[in-house]
């Protein structure tokens, strides 16, 4: 949970609204369906950042209403007016990334197919333990066919554990890294364990945890085939260990083992959760809607699709973050030349 609140709330009773909203039942398999604000109407702002201190996603709607380089202006806006006060941006100067763009490199490289799917996940762990606190998402052009959106909640992660796992994933440290080989660009090293609760610049704890996904084994599932001329996605392979999340090489052999068993019980969960909210509750972008996702918190992805789709992102480093990366907020995509370079230069 973020504990900051917007400008003109009162920060005592925002915690206590959280803390209400805490106590409400949560289920691992229940898609988190954000609401909608409309850009630029009244309170728009401070709409928008109660949904995501009390539901760790928004969708900002009628920004951009032109051509790309409009749309492309309004993605590296949207967060210097959103982040305007508290949390306060400290990345104003990073670069708005084109989606849809990025994916031709990724496609040259073999980790994407022309409307492929992307299976739940967090964004930035190419920076390692400095990953962006925020992502914005601002769709140009929905894809014809497919494409929807689905969210799933670590806090709603977290509620559903038993104290002695969620004891484990609190606790037990292990390589957070992203890999080259089997991920989508070989990032800064990080360990530590999958589920953390630093403290902000208020001295709340807030839930950070990140998901990296293995694409070699993702290939194998449905998810990963885009949508038939039928408009049905072709079939795969489920049921397997997709994340990242590994022992770290000091761990003893009998330690690895137990914790290969955790993770890939975690990994299954996850897969079970991804699979109910598919059938429970999708979302789709339209043109000029941005979806904004605390990306600390809450793993997004996108199910195959037909068509051309557009999309803009920009990662943002915030007050309440982890601050800026060593170098500073580079780029906004993983495909970037900067990351090209030694991981000790960056």
């Known amino acids: 949970m973020i504990p900051s609140t917007p400008p003109t709330g009162n920060a005592r009773a925002m915690l206590r609204a ?4 805490a106590c409400l039942p949560f289920s691992l398999g229940s898609a ?10 009244g309170d728009w702002r401070h709409k928008a950042l109660e949904a995501l201190w009390t539901e760790g996603a928004v969708v900002v709607a009628d920004v951009g209403d032109g051509g790309e380089e409009d749309f492309k202006e309004a993605a590296l806006r949207l967060p210097r007016q959103l982040f305007a006060e508290r949390p306060k ?12 763009e990025e994916l031709l490199e990724a496609k040259r490289r073999g980790k994407y197919l022309p409307g492929s799917g992307l299976l739940p996940h967090t964004d930035g ?21 497919g494409g929807a959106n689905t969210l799933l909640d670590g806090v709603a992660l977290a509620r559903t554990l038993d104290q002695e796992a969620l004891h484990w994933l ?23 364990p999958v589920i953390q609760w630093p403290s902000t610049s208020t001295g709340e ?11 070699e084994e993702a290939k194998r599932t449905r998810n990963w085939h885009p949508l038939d001329a039928s408009g049905s996605a072709a079939e795969g392979v489920a049921g397997r260990y997709v994340s990242l999340w590994k022992p770290l090489p000091n761990a003893t052999e009998a330690e690895a083992k137990e914790i290969r068993r955790n993770l890939a019980e975690l990994d299954g969960r996850l897969q079970s959760a991804f699979a109910s909210a598919e059938r429970e509750g999708t979302f789709s972008l339209a ?8 990306n600390w918190r809450v793993l997004h992805s996108r199910g195959p ?33 900067v990351f090209d370079a030694p991981r000790a230069e960056l």
């Open 32 to 41: 988190l369906v954000p609401r909608r604000v409309a850009f630029g109407a």
């Open 205 to 215: 704890r807030r839930l950070k945890w990140r998901r990296q996904i293995n694409v």
């Open 89 to 100: 941006l400290l990345s104003a100067d990073a670069p708005v990334s084109g989606v849809h």
């Open 287 to 294: 043109r000029g809607e941005a979806l904004v996702i605390d």
């Open 170 to 192: 609190e606790t037990t440290p292990v390589d957070l890294s992203e890999a080259d080989a089997s991920g989508i660009a070989a990032g800064r090293k990080a360990e530590g």
């Open 125 to 145: 762990y190419v920076y390692g333990d400095f990953l962006p606190d925020f992502v914005t998402l601002l769709c140009e052009e929905p894809s014809v066919e």
């Open 305 to 337: 699709y037909k068509g051309t789709r557009k999309m803009w992102r920009v990662w943002s480093w915030t007050s309440e973050g982890s601050g800026l990366p060593p170098g500073g907020a580079k780029t906004s995509q993983p495909l970037s030349e």
């Open 18 to 21: 959280l803390a209400a909203i």
